[in-house]
């Protein structure tokens, strides 16, 4: 059913975990599907990509599901914003994503890392598991 709504509307089928075994032992099947089309948007076929994932634990799995969502626009305040929803609860308690003005003003930062002082970082994306923010 999957493969087949997948070839008719080409949205991706991203992460969907399948138990293994009897009783939703500790072992799991992720399994992702996406339509492969040619230049011209005619479809070609379905890739399919399957991953065993051995911790199924519910946080875990938020943040494997989650992740699927990041860098689904091209604006990289929001993919900072996706970054830290996924990141918190599920991986940390706090999460931050600074970028440097060249990112922001749409341009790629210099090679090689200037320290934090020259690169003028902003902090553009905040999470804090319990919803407070402390500075530090």
Do not use: H, K, N
Not at 39 to 57: H, K, Q, Y
Not at 94 to 110: C, F, I, N
């Amino acid at each position: 059913m999957a493969f087949e709504q997948v070839a008719a509307t080409g949205t991706p089928l991203a992460a969907r975990v399948y138990d293994l075994g009897p009783g939703g032992g500790a072992a799991a099947l992720s399994v992702s599907c996406f339509r492969i089309d040619d230049a011209l948007g005619v479809p070609l076929g379905i890739m399919v990509e399957a991953s065993r994932i051995t911790d199924t634990g519910p946080r875990l799995d938020a943040a494997y599901r989650g992740a699927f969502e990041i860098g689904q626009s091209l604006d990289v305040v929001q993919v900072a914003r996706d970054l830290t929803r996924v990141l918190v609860p599920s991986l940390g308690d706090y999460a931050t994503v600074d970028y440097p003005d060249d990112v922001l003003e749409g341009r790629d930062p210099p090679a090689g890392y200037p320290g934090q002082e020259a690169s003028a970082p902003r902090r553009v994306a905040v999470r804090a598991a319990d919803g407070a923010w402390r500075p530090g």
